[in-house]
T-cell receptor
Framework: RKEVEQDPGPFNVPEGATVAFNCTYSNSASQSFFWYRQDCRKEPKLLMSVYSSGNEDGRFTAQLNRASQYISLLIRDSKLSDSATYLCVVRGAYNQGGKLIFGQGTELSVKP | DGGITQSPKYLFRKEGQNVTLSCEQNLNHDAMYWYRQDPGQGLRLIYYSQIVNDFQKGDIAEGYSVSREKKESFPLTVTSAQKNPTAFYLC??????????????FGPGTRLLVL
């Protein structure tokens, strides 16, 4: 089982749609959680951290369920500019050196 | 401008040749990292360094070497022992404090191709 698993893509949605990405992680001692965005042939960039209480940043909402070891990202009112690959990232347990572990990414394509 | 720079953007390697990828940061970050990304796959950690003059192997260190002589610089050498070096190489840095929620910031990457 992979340490971090994401929905296989790609997701093709029309502008204005709501889209949700799911991610599971295997180590219950994982410390912190993030969503990164990666545009084609570019470096990943931090989209948002994920907090236990859930957090929102404009059209983006992230949720964490530690009991189920599950993370989600919801994008409302999709824009063409949201087209990218979304990476679920987990900070490993303290005894793993706290390294970041990346999911394989879920590609989103928003169409006019 | 504060940030992470990587050079070159594209690099071509001949068989049996060692090549070095540059990574510099002026963010005053303690920790630096090297990742490799293959098409359709997540990032895999090659090496990381939490402090000057110290570094640790990541998950796929074979065929690679690093040095950390200065806080700002963390060059990666892809040796001839790395049999499948074609990939997108990403350098990252972060403040290093145990137990915090600090995350990593990435440079623009170097694409390495084998001739």
């Amino acid at each position: 089982r992979k340490e971090v698993e994401q929905d296989p893509g790609p997701f093709n949605v029309p502008e204005g749609a709501t889209v949700a990405f799911n991610c599971t992680y295997s180590n219950s001692a994982s410390q912190s959680f993030f969503w990164y965005r990666q545009d084609c042939r570019k470096e990943p960039k931090l989209l948002m951290s994920v907090y236990s209480s859930g957090n929102e940043d404009g059209r983006f909402t992230a949720q964490l369920n530690r009991a189920s070891q599950y993370i989600s990202l919801l994008i409302r009112d999709s824009k063409l500019s949201d087209s990218a690959t979304y990476l679920c990232v987990v900070r490993g347990a303290y005894n793993q050196g706290g390294k970041l572990i990346f999911g394989q990414g879920t590609e989103l394509s928003v169409k006019p | 401008d504060g940030g992470i720079t990587q050079s070159p953007k594209y690099l071509f390697r001949k068989e049996g040749q060692n090549v070095t990828l540059s990574c510099e940061q002026n963010l005053n970050h303690d920790a630096m990292y090297w990742y490799r990304q293959d098409p359709g796959q997540g990032l895999r950690l090659i090496y990381y360094s939490q402090i000057v003059n110290d570094f640790q192997k990541g998950d796929i260190a074979e065929g690679y070497s690093v040095s950390r002589e200065k806080k700002e610089s963390f060059p990666l050498t892809v040796t001839s022992a790395q049999k499948n070096p074609t990939a997108f190489y990403l350098c990252a840095s972060s403040m290093f404090e145990r137990g915090t929620k600090e995350t990593q910031y990435f440079g623009p990457g170097t694409r390495l191709l084998v001739l």
